[in-house]
Every structure is written in C-alpha cells, then in structure tokens.
C-alpha cells in the first residue's frame, strides 16, 4: 500500500503542477447546426466537469459567461443528434464564436475500415463479418492492455491470454496464433512460439481497433486463418498535448477461507505519460508506462515497464514515412497451475518461485507514395526481437529475431474497380534450449480486387500464394482464394457472404518444443506435423430500420484439415498432432440501440459455436459453446456509467487426462463452470484549473464469481480501482 | 437555474438507469468452489481372484491388474486403475481393489470398465509406454471370451467375483502396440 500512496502523490504533484493559468475571466461564445446548416434551438453546452453552461436560443446562439482562462473540454447535447465533445478549446486564444456542427444520433453504420482489404472501405461495402472499437474503453475500463478490450467482443473469446475468433483456437499456452494481431498492417507475433504478447500494443496511441471475423490467410498469410485483429495507431497531434494517467487497485479477498493465502491485500497500480506535438511535416508521439501488480495469486506478480515512440513525416503531399519503436522489459512469476481446488490460488509445490525475465523490441517503418489519382504504394518492413529467460529448476531461453517485409499497391482502375496487391517475405531465427534453434522463412504474393457491379451489388475476389520453410521439414505451398459479394436490398438491409480458404503453417513451438511439464509428462517435437488449411463460408446481415438500432447476425461454417492441436499421445507425452477434420460453425448475433439518443447506449452479442473433431466426434477443447455480450452505457452530463455482463456456457471439452491420475498434473482441473462476470464502472470529467480531468472508479467481477478460462487457473477474482487521468 | 433544472433531471436518470442495470445485477451462484475434502472409508470397490496356470515367464518385474476405460485400448489416456503387485511365481492371487492398490491412482470412480487385464512388465522402473507390457489375462464375463468382460462398480458397494485366468500356454490377443490414433 506504500508504494501505491507514493505513486498517488506522485502523480498528484505532476498533475496538479501544470494547473495554473491566467485568472482573468472571459465569455464564450458560438453558434450550434444541424448538418443541413439550420440553427439548433435548446442545445445543452457545458464545460466538461464544471457548472458553468448555457443552452442555444433560436438562432443557435450560446453564450457562456465569465469563465477563467484556461484550457477547457466542451459538450453539445440535444436529443436526437450525437453528443459532441470538443476538446482541449484554448479559451485564452478564443477571439472568434465558435461554429458547431452536430449529426443526427445514429448507430454507426458507415465506418471506415481498412483491414477486409488493405485499404479503406465502409463497413456497408464489405463481404466479410467485422468489428470497430473506438479507444474510449480502455479508460472507462482502466483496461492496460489489449486482451482485456478483446474480451468483450462478440464473436472474440480469450482464455488466459491467447485470442481466438469464432472458436479458432481453444488454448495451447501461447504456442502459435489463428488470429493476425496488428499494429497498423504489421503482425506482432513472435518468431519462436507466434504468440501475441499484448504488452507490447500501445494502447494509448490507439485511435481504432479493426477485427475480422473468418479466414483472412488470401490476404494476410499462415496466421490469419481465424481472423485480424489491426489496431490503427493515431496520426500526431498537431498542437503539443500530454496526457498523464494513473491508477491503483486492490484485490478484495477470495470468496472461500481454504482460498486466502495472504494477509494482506493485494494490489497493482500503474502510470504512463504520452507526450504528442508535430514540428512542422514532422508529427512524434512518445509514451512511458509502468505497471506493477501483485496479483490475487501467489507467485503471479507482473511488474513492467514500456516505452513507445512514433514518427510521422510527411515528405511531401504525396509522400509519407512513419516509424514505430515499442520496447517491454518485463518480470512476472510464472504460475501455471493451482495446486487443486482447494488451493486454488497457490501454485504447485514444484512450480514454486518459478519466475521468468523478458524484453521486446519491435521497430517498423512504413513508406506510402501515392504516384497518382489512382495508383499508390505503401513499402512495410518490421523487426521483432524477443527474448525470455524461465528461471525455475532449470533455466529455459529463447531468443528470437523476426524480419519482416511488405510491398503494397492499390490501383483504382475506376470508381467501380480497386486493384491491391503485395509481395511479403519474412524470416525469422529461433535460440533456445526449448525449441532447438530453428529457423523459418517465407514468401508469398497476393492479389485482391473489389468490383462495382452497382450501387447495390459489390464483389471481391483474390488469391494467395505462400511459399513456407521450416528448419529441416519439407516447404510447403499453399494457394487460398477468397470470394465475397456484398449486396444493398434497401438502405436498411445490407447482405453479405464470402468464401475463404485458409492456411495456417506450424510455428517452431509446435513443431520442436522439448520440454519437462512437470509430473513426467514430456512435451515432445513432432517434425511430421503439417500444415492446416480451411474452407469457410459466411452469409450475414445488417439491418438498421431506424438510426438508433442496428442488427448484425451472420452463419458460419469453417471445415478444417490437418488442425493442430496439443494432445496426450498414447505414451503419455504431450505432442502437437495434425486431426484430420475439423468442423466449426455457429452464429454471430449482435445488436446495438440507443435507447435515449446522447445518454444510454446499450448492446448485446449471442454467438453460438459448435466446434468438433470429426474423426473422433466430440466437441473440440476449450471452446464455449454458448457466449454472450451486453454493455450498458449512461452518459448524464459530466458522468458516465457502464455495465458489462460476460457469458461463456461450460466448456464440454477439455484435457481430462491431465487432471486425473496417473498423470494428475492438474489436481480438480475438471473443477470448471460456465462463466458470468459483470463488471461496473463510474466515470467524472472535471475540471482543475485549467486542464480536464477524468476520474474512473472500476469494479471488475463485481459479484466474486468464480470461474476458470483454462483449467487449473482461476480468474481475477473481484477487484476495484481507481484511474485518474488529464491532457494538457 | 441550468443547474437546479440540471440536478432534478439527472435524479431521474440515475433512477432509469438503476432500473435498467437491475437485469443485470441478478444474484447467481458462486461458480467453481473447493473440493470437499472427503470424510469416511469409501467402500466402493471389486475384488476376485486371478489364476495363473504354467510356467511363469523369466524377467517379468512387475505384475498388476489393470483397469481401462476403453476396450482393447492400451494406453495412458484410458487408464483408470492399477491393482497390485502380484507376486512373482504365484498360482492364485485374491484381491480387493482398495486393500491392493498400487497407489498411483487412488480411487475408482463408480462406472463401467470395459478392459480389466493383468499385466506384466519386465523393465527395472515403472513404466507407462505401451510397448513395455504385455497382457497376461483378461477379465470375461462368466466364461464369454469372444468380448473382455465388463466391470461395473456401484457407489458403495463392493462388487465380487471379477475373476481372470492367467495361462502362460495360451496368451490371450493382445492389445495394438500402439493405439492407431483415428488420425495417424
């Protein structure tokens, strides 16, 4: 608790230090429309987080008086148009009225997004099953990192830490991705096990979170074959703006007596400063964090520290260069199973004081030319080094170096065809006492079109060729077309439906992991594992009768080959093995409604999945098979209120051998249950001198339920914390 | 004026709004909770006797009788129970599944078995590969031998007479060597 004390002075002393501007006072004034350019009667403006308001008059005049110099956030609300906020308005430099221009209340039908294709289209345009997340969440979630966003996504499930997409992966500890995790196109998975480490996204550069649901490998390659997750990063600010935040919080005790293990409360807290400007073509952004928490769990404890830095330079109007610099030191405990239920929150004896120490370095560079009107260029190269020691009985390394670059161009033939193709090689160098030292290279080439046949109709077609080496095994070649149309019935009812073929090639983990479990279970390498490929089909529907409700349902069906899973081979190893069929299918339901334009939001997904090996016709592990959604969102003037409910029915299928004897290696693993959490979060903006404040009070699992995501692993039992947050 | 309008209306939101998370905040139960810790002799349990007719083969380390969830499937992932060990050179051994087991899996769960076996080992550690074992008996049902025999135990009850011959003259078939997994 000392320590979360100093960082709440700490962070107190800077942020209220840079609050004292002039105390002269000053009106504002402006004038608020509708998009038809028509004077707004009865529009609330207020000063975010203070008293000071005043509603527009006939004309759509406003006028607030005697406000003091500073720099303020201003809210326009009228019913039935969106909330507008203004931020960061440097009153002392306000001379002129202000021009307000407010849009009808609506669920956002037309966003943009560039990931179905690799270069922008509406959401209405697409052929494929997507998802946008504004960054909002993860300060009205205190959330640090993205894993904890991606929960909440319908249709998007992650056990522990490892992400899955209509049930693509169950979980195999982070040995290999069927989802394409991004930062602005360019994949952050690792070179050894291809695992996501989502420390490493920089979530408070985030302007939006892009996810597709279904195969992407005809655009995107090997991992892609459940789906992309691209995060788009934000351009630079164009005027200088440091945004501080911090928090702390607490664990509140374990539900049952046999569970309390400490004295004392366990807590994490974290800070983080981002400092943005532009010096003429040139725009940085530069950010700070650190994060400690002690866990709920003994010997769980996670302490780290990131650095981020991006450059934008704009060499001409057609010419641009960015570069992106992420760096994570990090030191955690390693617990991977409970000792039994009873126990829950203690590790097993023989993985006591197992820690393990790593750092990450991922840099890129993106260069975009546009030659002309209708033809441009964008050249992507990555490198990402990572590097981890496990310390426990014996040390375990692995140092891996991934290379990678892209050549894009997109050619818009006319209004009604758009052209994008790419050439990609990557390669990648693995060190380690776990998996050998192998190496893995790969090329490939891909061609994507989108055709016009209408206003109403609207197709897409593309092909993929990937060339795949791995160490010693034989290259493999995969060719994986996609189709899709797009169809408007009416402004209302929107179809769409693709084909996709998949490809997904074994990462160095699965394929030459050597390693002691624990209890004499061995994971073993399998250097006959192949590759796995997929068939999939969608059909889907949005349908938005009205601007305050949108409907999106879609079927799905993916028929797997050679899927790779771990498996307890009949001599009691562990083993990534190829089942030869696989079959997943489901439905994906979301609807989201304004129920009072500008103050409640509320949205629920349902997404049924029916996951199975065919071969051996039961259910596929660790897959629910019933999942639902739902937010709720109250937005009273200076507060904001939210609620989240997360559903997951009981997992049918899991590694039932591991939890028994003889092998027990963990003790009641079988002890599971379906998952209900529901989450709440209070949020106030105010104002301290001259700089906006947010305050966020969070509690996550508000009712302690128990409940596990991987067996052996109980969830974050109930906590709460406090963010505190400002810009100047 | 703005803010007494202000404050009456916000009352009334944060009435709507309680109203309408109320759906949420449904009571549930608690989800997974401890293991009870158990109490009391469980009986639960088969006993009989296993006959060993010849010569007993030279080597053999270990001998048990073993129970399997699947039929004919010899392997780790199926294995249920080890009762044991039997004894080098006997002629009869007569057991109760609790006061003879081996240790390595301590309970029985009530259910059917449909693969109850002696098996003998002749490597100097334990072993859990296929291919270090070979069946030396196997449980009929009274004196059906064209299908092992099925073992069903009941909760609290002891169930008698799960009776194997051993004959070293006439092996009986022997499980794959390796179980031929669907997808191999």
Redesign the interface.
Do not use: H, Q
């Given at each position: 608790m000392n320590n979360i004390m100093k960082y709440i002075f700490f962070a107190a002393i800077i942020l209220l230090s840079y609050n004292f501007l002039s105390a002269q006072n000053k009106n504002i004034t402006g004038f608020i429309f509708d998009k038809d350019n028509q004077p707004l009667n009865g529009a609330n403006v207020i000063i975010s987080g203070t008293?000071f308001?005043?509603?527009s008059d006939i004309n759509g005049y406003f006028e607030i008086k005697n406000i003091p110099f500073g720099i303020y956030d201003l809210e326009i609300s009228v019913i039935g148009f969106k909330k507008e906020k203004i931020r960061n308005i440097k009153f002392y430099e306000l001379f002129e009225p202000l021009r307000i221009t407010l849009r009808p209340e609506s669920v956002e039908t037309d966003q943009i997004i560039v990931s179905a294709g690799k270069y922008e289209q509406r959401i209405s345009d697409i052929t494929v099953s997507s998802v946008v997340i504004g960054p909002e969440i993860f300060s009205k979630k205190n959330i640090v990192q993205l894993d904890e966003a991606l929960r909440y996504v319908p249709g998007v499930s992650v056990a522990l830490e490892q992400v899955s997409i209509r049930g693509s992966s169950g979980y195999s500890k982070g040995a290999g991705t069927r989802v394409f995790v991004a930062v602005d196109g360019i994949p952050i998975y690792t070179g050894d096990t291809g695992e996501i480490v989502w420390e490493m996204v920089p979530i408070t550069d985030v302007e939006r979170i892009e996810i597709i649901k279904g195969p992407a490998s005809s655009l995107y390659g090997s991992t892609a074959i459940g789906g992309v997750i691209n995060i788009i990063t934000k351009k630079a600010a164009s005027e200088p703006v440091t945004y501080i935040k911090t928090f702390a919080g607490v664990y509140d005790d374990p539900?049952?007596d046999?569970?309390k293990w400490n004295k004392s409360k366990r807590t994490f807290f974290g800070v983080e400063a981002v400092h943005s400007s532009r010096l003429n073509n040139l725009g940085y952004t530069f950010s700070i964090k650190r994060f400690d928490n002690d866990s709920y769990r003994e010997n769980d404890f996670k302490k780290r520290l990131s650095g981020y830095l991006k450059l934008d330079y704009d060499i001409d109007v057609n010419k641009s260069i960015t570069f992106i610099g992420n760096y994570l030191d990090m030191n955690r405990g390693n617990f991977i199973y409970w000792k039994?239920?009873?126990n829950?929150l203690i590790p097993k004896d023989s993985d006591r004081d197992q820690t393990v120490k790593s750092d990450r370095q991922f840099a890129s560079l993106i260069y975009k030319q546009k030659f002309s009107d209708t033809f441009s260029g964008e050249f992507k190269s990555s490198y990402y080094r990572s590097n981890f020691e496990g310390i426990g009985i014996e040390l375990t390394t692995a140092t891996s170096n991934l290379f990678r670059n892209e050549l894009i161009t997109t050619s818009k033939i006319n209004d009604k065809f758009v052209i994008v193709s790419g050439v990609e090689v990557s390669y990648a160098d693995v060190k380690s006492n776990l998996f050998s030292s192998p190496y893995f290279l790969s090329a490939s080439a891909y061609v994507h079109s989108e055709y016009k046949f209408s206003d109403k109709i609207n197709s897409t077609l593309g092909l993929r060729y990937d060339f795949i080496k791995l160490d010693t095994l034989a290259g493999a070649n995969a060719l994986t077309p996609r189709a899709g149309l797009n169809y408007k019935y009416s402004d209302e009812l929107i179809f769409r439906t693709s084909f996709a073929t998949g490809f997904r090639a074994p990462t160095p983990a699965e394929v030459f992991t050597s390693a002691d479990a624990g209890s004499g279970i061995m994971v073993v390498e399998n250097p006959n594992l192949d590759y796995e490929t997929s068939l999939s089909f969608e059909i889907g529907a949005i349908y938005q009768p009205i601007n305050f409700i949108k409907f999106d349902a879609a079927f799905f069906n993916t028929d797997y080959n050679n899927f790779i899973e771990p498996l307890?081979t009949?001599?009691?190893n562990i083993q990534f093995?190829?089942?030869?069929k696989a079959r997943i299918q489901g439905v994906d339901f979301t609807t989201d409604l304004i129920?009072?334009p500008g103050?409640?939001n509320?949205s629920v997904g349902y997404n049924y999945l029916w996951a199975r090996d065919i071969?051996?016709n039961k259910a596929m592990k660790y897959r629910p098979r019933n999942t639902v959604y739902?937010s709720?969102e109250?937005t009273?003037?200076s507060?904001e209120?939210r609620?989240d409910?997360r559903y997951w029915s009981k997992v049918e299928e899991i590694d039932f051998?591991l939890t028994?004897?003889?092998?027990n290696l963990i003790a009641?693993g079988e002890?599971?249950?379906?998952?209900?959490v529901?989450d709440l979060s209070i949020g106030y903006n105010f104002v301290i001198g001259a700089s906006p404040f947010k305050i966020y009070l969070n509690g996550k699992n508000i009712?302690?339920?128990?409940?596990?995501e991987f067996i052996g692993n109980?969830s974050p039992i109930r906590n709460f914390s406090l963010s505190l947050e400002t810009y100047f | 004026m703005?803010?007494i309008y202000?404050n009456r209306?916000?009352n009334k939101?944060?009435k709507?709004?309680l109203i309408?998370?109320i759906p949420?905040?449904y009571?549930?139960d608690?989800?997974?909770?401890?293991?009870p810790?158990e109490t009391g002799p469980d009986i639960t349990s088969f006993e009989g006797k296993v006959t060993f007719v010849g010569a007993w083969p030279e080597g053999i380390n270990r001998t048990y009788i073993v129970v399997f969830s699947e039929p004919s499937r010899f392997?780790?992932?199926t294995?249920q129970y080890?009762i044991g060990p039997i004894p080098y050179g006997v002629s009869e051994f007569n057991y109760n599944s609790i006061e003879n087991n081996l240790g390595?899996?301590?309970k029985l769960a009530a259910g059917e078995y449909p693969y109850v076996i002696v098996a003998q080992s002749k490597t100097p550690e334990l072993s859990?590969?296929?291919q270090d074992w070979t069946v030396a008996g196997i449980y009929f049902n009274q004196g059906n031998t064209a299908l092992p025999g099925i073992l069903k135990i009941e909760q609290g009850k002891v169930v008698s007479g799960i009776n194997i011959t051993c004959d070293f003259n006439n092996p009986p078939v022997q499980p794959p060597s390796?179980?031929k997994?669907?997808?191999e």
């Open positions: 008293n308001g005043a509603a539900s049952y046999e569970w039994d239920s009873r829950a307890l009949s001599e009691g093995v190829n089942l030869p129920l009072i103050l409640l509320f071969n051996n739902s709720l109250f009273p003037y507060f209120f609620t409910l051998n028994k004897p003889p092998i009641d002890n599971r249950a379906e998952v209900i529901v009712f302690n339920y128990n409940y596990v109980l | 703005i803010n202000m209306k916000f939101l944060i709507i709004f309408l998370i949420f905040l009571s549930c608690k989800g997974i909770e401890p293991y810790v392997d780790v992932n294995l080890i390595l899996i301590p859990l590969l296929r390796r179980w997994m669907n997808y």
